[in-house]
């Protein structure tokens, strides 16, 4: 239903700037603290560090995709976060979301993992930060073409790193 909603219907959300908190919620949240709630049968406290990070870089894939289409959304009335942000302000935005994940996986490993392994996903961290000074330093909407895909291979690469960090610490304990 909320797949639904986000472009269909008298009133969808993600054309009233709702569409990032949803991407948090379903694909951070929901997805990862669901997950670990099938496997460990409770919910931790600090699982929602890495949920709020898997959340956060999908919301950057969105974030991306709207900076793109910032000026088109605008025209035709889509008042995605981007178009209500602004230009500059959108791109600030998308740097946020993406140190913020690197920051919720570091705490996590900081207050929950306590393992060496679980720094892994630092290794992500350069491709990340190279992204988004590409980001803030481009105006142009045309030049996030190439960035949607490199997105998605930057929270795709962050997120294994993680997950293999977690794997190798608890088979190295």
């Known amino acids: 239903m909320a797949a639904i909603t986000y472009t269909v219907g008298t ?5 009233i700037g709702l569409g990032d908190i949803s991407v948090l919620v379903f694909f951070g949240w929901l997805s990862v603290l669901g997950s670990w709630y099938l496997q460990a049968h409770n919910v931790e ?10 959340g956060l870089l999908a919301t950057a894939v969105l974030n991306i995709n709207n900076l793109r289409d910032i000026d088109s959304d605008r025209q035709n009335g889509k008042n995605t976060l981007a ?5 500059v302000n959108a ?9 913020g994940a690197l920051l919720c996986l570091a705490l996590f490993n900081l207050l929950a993992l306590h393992s060496a392994w679980g720094w892994l996903f630092i290794l992500a961290t350069p491709l990340l930060v190279k992204q988004a000074r590409y980001v803030l330093r481009e105006s142009d909407p045309l030049a996030m073409r190439p960035m949607l895909e490199k997105t998605v291979k930057g929270a795709l690469l962050t997120n294994l790193l993680f997950v293999i960090g977690i794997i190798a610490s608890k088979l190295m304990a």
């Open 11 to 15: 009133r969808p959300y993600g054309y």
């Open 83 to 87: 178009v209500r942000l602004g230009p």
């Open 45 to 54: 406290a600090a699982i929602f560090l890495p949920a709020t990070a898997c």
């Open 91 to 99: 791109r600030r935005y998308h740097a946020c979301l993406l140190l």
